[in-house]
C-alpha cells in the first residue's frame, strides 16, 4: 500500500505542477482554431517545397492536438488534397512544436528541453522530407491515397473532421471577441481536453509508477550512464523504442521523460523520445489502417530515422554551446499544494477553464463529445457547430454563418 501512495503522490505533484500550463496552451491552440477554417489549411498544403512545410509546420503548431486526433487529421487533410508530405510535417508539428508541451518541459525538466524541443522539430521535418523525395515512390503514394479514400475508422475520426471555426466576417479580433468568438473557443478548448485526458492521465499514473517503483540503477545500466560517449550515441536510438512500448502518446509521454532523464538517458534521447508520440503501437496499427501495411511500416522506417536525427543533432549542438543541463540536478515534483506560484496560477487558470466549460455546455457541447469517435467522413464537406454536435433546438447559439 505504502508503494501504490508514494507512486499516487509523485503523480499528483506533476500533475499539479502542470495544470495551469496545461490549461494556457489549450486556451491559447483554442483561440487559433475558432478562427482558421481546415478548408484554408487544405489550400495551403498543396506541395511538398520548403515554404509549404514550413506553413504546415506553423499551422500545425497552432492547432495542437492529441496525436490519435493529429493522425486523423492528417489523412483529413491528405484526402481532400494536401500534399502527403506536408500534411505529415503538419502532424508532427500539431503534437511536438505546441505551446503546452514546451511550457511543461520547461516546468518539469528546464527551459533547455524546450528549446531543444522547437529546434529538434524542424530538424525532424526536413529530415523527414528528403527521405520521402529519396525513398517514396508514385506507387506506394498511389496505394496510400487509395487506401486513405476507403474511409477505414481510425481513433478521434469525429473530432477531426469537426471544424468549429467562427464563420462569420472580419477581422481576426473582431471575430475572436464577438460571442461565437466565445462559443467557437469554448468548443475546442473542451473537445481538446477530452481527446488528451485519457493519454494524460495514463502517461501521469505510468511516470509515478516508474518513478516511484523502479530502481534508478536500472536505467543507469540501460542508458549507459556510466559511459558518456556511449549514451550520447544510445539515447537516440533506444528513446523512441520506449516511447513505442510505452503506449503513451502527446503530452502524456512528457512525465515520462523526467523520469528516463532522471534515470540516465541522454539529452538527445528525452528529445527523441519525446517525439515517438506519433509511433506508439496503437497509432502504428492506425496508420496500417489509413495507409496500407506498406505504408504504416515506411512511415515507422522514416518517422524513426528522423527521431534519431534530430535527437543527434540536438545533442551536438547544444552540448556543444554548453546547454545541456547537469542531470544530477534533475528532480520530480514532491511539494504537492503548497502556497506558491504554481498555486496561484492553478487558481486563476483553472476559474478561466471553468467559464470555457460552463459555455461549452450551455451551447451543444454535450452532443460533440459524443460524436468524437465518429466516422471520418463526418464533416468532411461541412463546416460549423450546425452538422457538428450543437443541437438544432438552439440556433441562436452557433456560430455567425448559422445565425
Request: glycine share 12%; net charge neutral.
Amino acid at each position: 500500500m505504502h508503494a501504490i501512495l508514494h507512486a499516487l503522490s509523485i503523480t499528483g505533484a506533476m500533475t499539479w505542477e502542470i495544470t495551469w500550463a496545461l490549461i494556457l496552451g489549450f486556451a491559447l491552440s483554442a483561440v487559433v482554431q475558432a478562427v482558421v477554417r481546415k478548408s484554408t489549411v487544405v489550400s495551403l498544403l498543396g506541395d511538398d517545397r520548403p515554404r509549404t512545410l514550413a506553413v504546415a509546420a506553423g499551422l500545425g503548431a497552432a492547432s495542437s492536438s492529441c496525436s490519435y486526433a493529429a493522425v486523423a487529421l492528417a489523412r483529413s487533410l491528405f484526402r481532400k488534397g494536401a500534399d502527403f508530405t506536408a500534411a505529415m510535417a503538419f502532424e508532427i508539428a500539431s503534437t511536438n512544436l505546441v505551446v503546452e508541451l514546451g511550457v511543461i518541459l520547461a516546468l518539469l525538466m528546464g527551459w533547455q528541453f524546450t528549446l531543444a524541443e522547437f529546434a529538434g522539430g524542424p530538424v525532424m521535418i526536413v529530415v523527414l522530407a528528403v527521405l520521402f523525395r529519396l525513398l517514396l515512390s508514385e506507387r506506394l503514394l498511389r496505394r496510400a491515397r487509395e487506401q486513405a479514400e476507403r474511409g477505414v475508422a481510425g481513433s478521434m475520426e469525429g473530432h477531426a473532421a469537426m471544424d468549429m471555426s467562427v464563420r462569420r466576417q472580419g477581422s481576426f479580433t473582431h471575430r475572436l471577441l464577438s460571442r461565437e468568438g466565445f462559443t467557437s473557443t469554448s468548443h475546442v478548448f473542451v473537445m481538446e481536453w477530452a481527446a488528451i485526458l485519457r493519454d494524460l492521465v495514463v502517461g501521469l499514473l505510468i511516470a509515478g509508477a516508474i518513478a516511484a517503483w523502479v530502481p534508478d540503477a536500472f536505467w543507469q545500466h540501460f542508458f549507459f550512464s556510466g559511459h558518456p560517449l556511449a549514451s550520447k550515441v544510445w539515447g537516440p536510438l533506444v528513446g523512441p523504442l520506449v516511447a513505442i512500448a510505452s503506449f503513451v502518446c502527446s503530452i502524456g509521454n512528457v512525465p515520462l521523460a523526467v523520469v528516463l532523464w532522471k534515470g540516465g538517458i541522454s539529452f538527445g534521447g528525452v528529445v527523441a523520445f519525446v517525439f515517438a508520440d506519433l509511433l506508439i503501437l496503437p497509432i502504428l496499427n492506425i496508420y496500417r489502417k489509413y495507409y496500407g501495411a506498406r505504408m504504416a511500416l515506411f512511415l515507422l522506417g522514416t518517422f524513426y530515422a528522423a527521431m534519431v536525427v534530430a535527437g543527434y543533432a540536438v545533442e551536438l549542438v547544444f552540448g556543444g554551446l554548453g546547454l545541456v543541463p547537469d542531470q544530477a540536478d534533475a528532480t520530480l515534483p514532491a511539494e504537492g499544494v503548497t502556497w506558491n506560484y504554481t498555486t496561484v496560477l492553478n487558481i486563476v487558470f483553472l476559474v478561466l477553464a471553468a467559464a470555457l466549460l460552463w459555455r461549452f455546455f450551455r451551447t451543444g457541447g454535450a452532443g460533440m463529445l459524443r460524436m468524437m469517435g465518429g466516422s471520418p467522413g463526418d464533416g468532411d464537406d461541412h463546416a460549423g457547430h450546425g452538422e457538428h454536435g450543437s443541437p438544432a433546438a438552439e440556433p441562436g447559439r452557433h456560430h455567425g454563418g448559422h445565425h
